[in-house]
């Protein structure tokens, strides 16, 4: 795939990348993600989306490290951590050392709260504040980072962000797939110039999307896997995804886009969620973790 979208600080991100979360049962092992990287890498993959908090990032760095694609045409995100909101330099200077890297194209606030160690939310830092940290780490770093940005931030948790920002965030990374599509906050997003990333972009594991007779039938159509559908899909949306997998077939098949899905099929897609038993539901309570303000762009359960 080689579509890309350009940020509002004039960088372009491609449009798909690796997620590198271990939340795959079974699949835990720095090895195994080490090699799926390094293959993703070798098969055209150029935007790795990691965490502090997934605790893998030196396994990016090994993999990165050993792959034939020079730096400078790979895409690195990271995120800070919730219970870092108070030491931000301090976290992010820690990532950059682990990935082993002499800049981050994109460091993301992982949530909107920030927490203590045992997870308990915390009023302060509120994600305003947060952000003005943020800004000064760019201000302060501008040739260690690139463009900074938010994660699972709704309209409401952006709003006194924005209020304080002189810099708009790049981007806000939410969960996003035919059960939770989110049109009304990318929109929302959108007008302020902040573009949307989609994690769990296929449904996270055993989604019931990929198996459903409707979504397979469409795909047969197009002759490609459920995958690459729904994700094309969000693509097509402005979206970037960042599907999972460690499966080298599916590896290379989540970058093979549809050249474009006609508005019918794309309307399958956008009421998918309609269906019975197929919507995924906002929380506003979930993981032990609470949300700043009584919304949360994301669901735990359907
Ligand atoms: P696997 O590693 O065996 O491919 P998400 O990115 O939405 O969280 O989804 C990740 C999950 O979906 C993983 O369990 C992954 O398993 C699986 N997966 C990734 N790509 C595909 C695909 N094209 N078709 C079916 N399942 C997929």
Not at 209 to 233: C, F, M, N
């Amino acid at each position: 795939c080689t579509t890309s979208f350009k940020l509002n600080t004039g960088y372009s991100i491609p449009a798909i990348g690796l997620g590198t979360w271990q939340g795959t049962p079974g699949t835990d092992e720095s090895e195994l993600l080490q090699s799926t990287i390094k293959y993703a890498l070798s098969q055209g993959y150029h935007c790795i989306d990691t965490a502090a908090a997934y605790e893998v990032e030196e396994d990016v760095r090994a993999a990165i490290a050993e792959s034939e694609v020079p730096r400078e045409e790979i895409f690195v995100v990271t995120k800070l951590w919730n219970a870092m909101h108070d030491r931000v330099e301090e976290a992010f200077l820690t990532s950059l050392q682990k990935l082993g890297l002499e800049y981050i194209d994109l460091y993301l606030m992982h949530w909107p709260m920030s927490s203590d160690d045992q997870m308990n939310v915390l009023d302060h830092p509120t994600p305003a504040e947060t952000w003005l940290s943020m800004e000064a780490l760019i201000k302060k770093y501008p040739t260690k980072l690139r463009s900074i940005g938010v994660s699972n931030f709704s309209e409401k948790t952006i709003k006194p962000l924005l209020e304080v920002a002189t810099i708009i965030p790049a981007v806000n990374q939410i969960e996003i797939h035919p059960m939770l599509p989110q049109f009304e906050l990318v929109d929302a997003f959108a007008k302020h110039g902040i573009l949307t990333m989609a994690y769990s972009p296929l449904g996270q594991y055993n989604s019931p999307v990929l198996t459903h007779p409707d979504i397979i039938a469409l795909a047969e159509k197009y002759k490609v896997p459920t995958g690459a559908l729904v994700l094309s899909w969000e693509v097509q949306r402005g979206i970037v995804a960042v599907p999972k997998s460690t499966n080298k077939e599916r590896i290379v098949s989540n970058i093979t886009l549809l050249p474009e899905l006609s508005p019918e099929d794309k309307k399958v897609l956008d009421e998918f969620h309609l269906r019975k038993g197929m919507h995924r539901r906002l929380c506003t309570v979930g993981n032990g973790v609470r949300p700043t303000g009584n919304d949360i762009v994301f669901g735990w359960t359907y």
